[in-house]
């Protein structure tokens, strides 16, 4: 398993931020700016619908995440997203982002 510098992680979010798929999907690049952050801080654990909702889409703390689906449908899109710029743009990018469904 190759270990990827927190740099380089970086470095790659912000190569897809600026990218054709990212640069007019604001939702989108605040929620993959959200979770890498998260996870690079060592927090992944506290990435949840309720967190994304919060934190990074500026919801109120009444958010409910059973009866409102917006962040499973911006995961979704965002994961579309990624494999768009990675079978485009990104086919020789050496690092790979991803959003593990479910997770």
Same mark, same amino acid.
């Given at each position: 398993?190759?270990?990827?510098?927190?740099?380089?992680?970086?470095?790659?979010?912000?190569?897809?931020? $600026?990218?054709?798929?990212?640069?007019?999907?604001?939702?989108?690049?605040?929620?993959?700016?959200? %979770?890498?952050?998260?996870?690079?801080?060592?927090?992944? $654990?506290?990435?949840?619908?309720?967190?994304?909702?919060?934190?990074?889409?500026?919801?109120?703390?009444?958010?409910?995440?059973?009866? $409102?689906?917006?962040?499973?449908?911006?995961?979704?899109?965002?994961?579309?997203?990624?494999?768009?710029?990675?079978?485009?743009?990104?086919?020789? $990018?050496? %690092?790979?982002?991803?959003?593990?469904?479910?997770?």
């Amino acid at each position: 398993m190759t270990i990827i510098s927190q740099e380089n992680i970086g470095t790659q979010l912000e190569r897809i931020l $600026d990218s054709s798929e990212f640069m007019t999907a604001k939702r989108l690049s605040q929620f993959l700016r959200y %979770v890498v952050e998260q996870t690079l801080k060592g927090q992944s $654990d506290s990435i949840k619908q309720y967190t994304i909702a919060v934190e990074a889409f500026g919801y109120g703390a009444d958010f409910n995440p059973q009866s $409102d689906s917006i962040i499973r449908i911006q995961a979704r899109r965002l994961r579309r997203a990624l494999d768009q710029y990675y079978f485009r743009q990104g086919k020789e $990018d050496p %690092v790979r982002i991803e959003i593990p469904k479910g997770g």
